[in-house]
């Protein structure tokens, strides 16, 4: 089974810290995105990445970076965090691109900005 | 990129089967339509894909119809397992982008 991990269910930060999300998957896969999900809106694409070192701005892309720097590895910074970044984030990967490649996603970060 | 619509919720009698459906009405020839689910507290689980022709897993079966405007998503047998918001989602033709709307949350009632 493909496997996508992220490194906390939960976190609690201040305003103005960094803070790094991190997501591992265990499938090989080219292809992996940051969303973040919020009541009434759905999931919105932050970024992804299709290959090392790639990365591709998604919709809502301001307050946010990323880094990829090996393939297994996809990691989401909020270089000064706001309340208004409060939101589960979740982490996905895929296959190399195509038609219908499902996307594999993680259990999800809860991120509370004080 | 295509929208989707689905309704907001829906209740369904555990053993009897769910009909979820969605409308996609600007929907592209090359475009694919998606649904997933996600079950409180966890991520988005894939569920099934289509073109054209209907589609059946194990989980569920995908019915499109001809003019591919709308789908419906069948869970034959729906336990309580299967309360959670399902998405519709019409692949985007910009590389892997998949657009998430807000879904339908399905209640499968004893």
């Known amino acids: 089974d493909v496997k996508v991990t992220q490194s906390s269910r939960y976190l609690v930060k201040r305003t103005g810290e960094k803070v790094f999300l991190e997501c591992v998957q265990d499938?090989?896969?080219?292809?992996m995105f940051w969303y973040r999900q919020d009541p009434g809106l759905g999931l919105r694409l932050i970024y992804f990445?299709?290959?090392?070192?790639?990365?591709e701005k998604g919709d809502i892309p301001e307050g946010y970076s990323v880094s990829r720097e090996k393939k297994e590895r996809f990691s989401l910074i909020l270089e000064s965090a706001s309340t208004n970044q409060t939101s589960m984030y979740l982490c996905?990967?895929?296959?190399?691109?195509?038609?219908?490649?499902?996307?594999?996603f993680g259990p999800g970060t809860r991120l509370t900005v004080l | 990129d295509a929208k989707t619509t689905q309704p907001t919720s829906m209740d369904c009698a555990e053993g009897r089967a769910a009909n979820l459906p969605c409308n996609h009405s600007?929907?592209?020839?090359?475009?694919?339509v998606y649904w997933y689910r996600q079950i409180h507290s966890q991520g988005p689980q894939y569920i099934i894909h289509?073109?054209?022709n209907n589609e059946t897993n194990e989980m569920a079966s995908l019915i499109i119809t001809e003019d591919r405007k709308s789908s419906t998503l069948i869970l034959p047998h729906a336990t309580l397992r299967d309360t959670a918001v399902y998405y519709c989602?019409?692949?985007?033709?910009?590389?892997?982008?998949?657009?998430f709307g807000s879904g339908t949350k399905l209640n499968v009632k004893p």
């Open positions: 996905a990967s895929s296959l190399s691109p195509g038609s219908y490649n499902e996307q594999f």
């Open positions: 499938m090989d896969h080219e292809n």
């Open positions: 990445s299709y290959d090392v070192k790639m990365k």
């Open positions: 600007t929907i592209s020839g090359n475009e694919y």
């Open positions: 289509g073109l054209k």
């Open positions: 989602i019409v692949r985007a033709n910009n590389f892997n982008k998949f657009y």
